[in-house]
């Protein structure tokens, strides 16, 4: 299949990632299989009694696509691998085997899917990993962007009057004209936190791959996070805020 | 998933709806938002002798949050500081029915108390404005 083995009863906790080589030592693990106990060597399916393993609940979605955690994956490739698993765990091609099988491959199929629809998208993308990355930890929440709010919720005040006033009248023309600056001018403050979003996916895919364990790293990967945190939740309000605009002045 | 009348009736009436100066002596202002939705939540006091005479909302956000918000203000109204600490996301759960995929609202609005709250005794730390 030319991909890396990605064994599917993976220790992982998402609380606490486990530090690079620690996850290789992790990968290292074998889970045993449910139906011969043997020890399962292969991707997704027993080496000796050929069948379907479950993928384990705490295998996150970048492990169980195959892909490291980066965050400029290659959305050809990850189509290419979802069609490739999709294939190997469809329903159909068990409706043949066990009733423990048929639920193995339709409960893979599902976590395959909520998987793919994750890591397709980038922002989600980004959400995902910050939550395997920072878990419950909390003080990666950062002060709410007061000036931004006050903003939003001015804004929400003329979306308000526009809404109450005749659409045909001055008034009406002179608030239409009012909130499309106003969304035009969001878009680009949208534009503009995702292309810094970018940046801090390619600083991040940086740090990974040179997977040095030194303090400056750490340092580092809490920039990365802390500063990715905060771009992707003002990126959610300002996207919210032009979502209802574009709704209202349509 | 229908809301439950109460909510309807905060979305479509909202109580207290609007703002105070936030740079007013006896104002406190809590300016909170959800990144998860992207909701945002602002909610105001003004106190007067300890108690909160007035309070108002704004809020950007769906139904449960502006009913969250808007239930927060009525509440709000006539307690002392002490007892408006107390006002926990799960009376405000328990009042308007809200569904569990709709909780974060009502710990949004909890939030929001608070911020208005600290902000209150930020700045009349120091300067007791009356007694307990």
């Known amino acids: 299949m030319g991909y890396t083995p990605c064994p599917l009863l993976l220790m992982d906790n998402q609380q606490s990632p486990p530090h690079p080589d620690t996850r290789r030592q992790l990968q290292m693990a074998r889970s045993m299989c449910w139906h011969c106990q043997s020890e399962v060597t292969g991707e997704y399916f027993c080496d000796r009694c050929v069948k379907v393993q479950p993928v384990s609940k705490e295998t996150d979605y970048f492990t169980c696509l195959g892909f490291p955690r980066r965050l400029m994956l290659d959305p050809q490739k990850l189509e290419a691998k979802f069609y490739e698993l999709s294939r190997t765990f469809h329903p159909d091609f068990y409706q043949t085997k066990s009733a423990d099988e048929q639920t193995i491959s339709l409960s893979n199929a599902a976590v395959l899917n909520t998987a793919y629809r994750t890591l397709r998208d980038s922002i989600q993308r980004a959400e995902y990993l910050l939550a395997l990355e ?54 680009r403050r949208k534009e503009g936190m995702e292309a810094q979003l970018r940046q801090l996916f390619a600083d991040w895919d940086k740090l990974q791959d ?37 709704a209202t002045i349509a | 998933m229908a809301y439950s ?26 300016m909170v938002g959800a990144p ?41 109204k006539g307690k002392t500081i002490e007892e408006a600490q107390k006002i926990k996301n799960t009376d405000i759960v328990q009042e308007l029915n809200l569904p569990p995929v709709k909780i974060h609202c009502s710990v949004l609005a909890e939030d929001a108390i608070k911020a208005a709250l600290a902000d209150y005794q930020k700045k009349t730390d120091g300067q007791p404005t009356g007694t307990k």
């Open chain 2, 5 to 30: 009348d109460k909510v309807v009736d905060h979305f479509n009436n909202p109580r207290n709806m609007g703002s105070f100066k936030k740079d007013d002596a006896d104002v406190g202002t809590g």
């Open chain 1, 134 to 187: 920072t878990g419950s930890v909390k003080d990666i929440r950062t002060s709410p962007p007061a000036d931004l709010f006050e903003e939003i919720l001015d804004l929400q005040d003329t979306l308000e009057e526009y809404r109450a006033s005749e659409r045909d009248s001055e008034q009406g023309h002179r608030l239409r004209a009012t909130l499309q600056t106003e969304q035009e001018a969001l878009e």
């Open chain 2, 36 to 76: 998860e939705c992207g909701d945002v939540m602002k909610l105001q006091i003004k106190v007067q002798n300890d108690t909160i005479v007035d309070a108002k909302f704004k809020t950007f956000g769906c139904g449960s949050a502006i009913a969250s918000s808007s239930l927060a203000t009525e509440w709000l």
């Open chain 1, 210 to 246: 040179a997977g040095e364990a030194t303090s400056l790293a750490r340092v580092e990967r809490d920039r990365i996070l802390k500063q990715m945190r905060d771009l992707l939740s003002n990126r959610t309000y300002v996207n919210n805020i032009v979502n209802d605009l574009a």
